[in-house]
């Protein structure tokens, strides 16, 4: 059966998220990030798309240091099996829509331009943050047309991914 709906994370999904995490990003490195995150409570939202007891489809929305009520999306992965379908669009608009348009909160990611700009991301609205991930893959959601300068400030755990 295929993954077609998206959920809040459970503590019994931990595990499936791990190995979602691991098959998607080819090693451990984020699913020790996630652990890290939600050990600090920095995790403002998680959701899992379900697919029998694995998971098809995850992404951590977590709160920034700085600037307050700023939140960053990292990580987002789709299985290998089911990627080119939709699935991750789906997953990151529903999450723009929820962050951005109805809780009004600026929302961050680095990553693949062109995917993140069909989600509802900018890349020139990022243009004048402050990141120690660099502007060149940096889009920003966010409520209103300005650009802001911010200097954005991660959750520790990021440290660790250099």
């Known amino acids: 059966m ?8 459970r503590a ?13 990003f080819g090693g451990p490195q984020e699913a020790r990030l996630v652990r890290a995150l939600r050990d600090q409570k920095a995790i403002f939202r998680e959701v ?3 697919w029998g007891q694995a998971a098809a489809g995850y992404l951590a929305v977590s709160r920034f240091i700085a600037p307050q009520g700023w939140l960053c999306l990292a990580p987002v992965a ?14 990151v608009q529903t999450i ?3 962050c951005v348009n109805r809780l009004q909160r600026s929302l961050v990611v680095v990553g693949e331009r062109e995917f ?9 609205r990022a243009l004048r943050l402050n990141t120690p991930y660099g502007t060149q893959n ?3 959601a966010a409520p209103g047309t300005d650009l802001p300068s911010e200097t954005l400030i991660y959750p520790q755990p990021f440290a660790a991914l250099g």
């Open 2 to 9: 295929e993954p077609s709906f998206t959920r809040e994370v």
């Open 12 to 24: 019994t999904d931990h595990e499936a998220i791990d190995d979602l995490l691991a098959e998607a």
């Open 48 to 50: 899992i798309m379900p």
């Open 78 to 91: 789709i299985h290998p099996a089911w990627q080119r379908g939709g699935r991750g669009q789906f997953m």
């Open 96 to 98: 723009v829509e929820e």
């Open 116 to 124: 993140y700009r069909r989600c509802g991301f900018q890349a020139t």
């Open 138 to 140: 940096t889009l920003l």
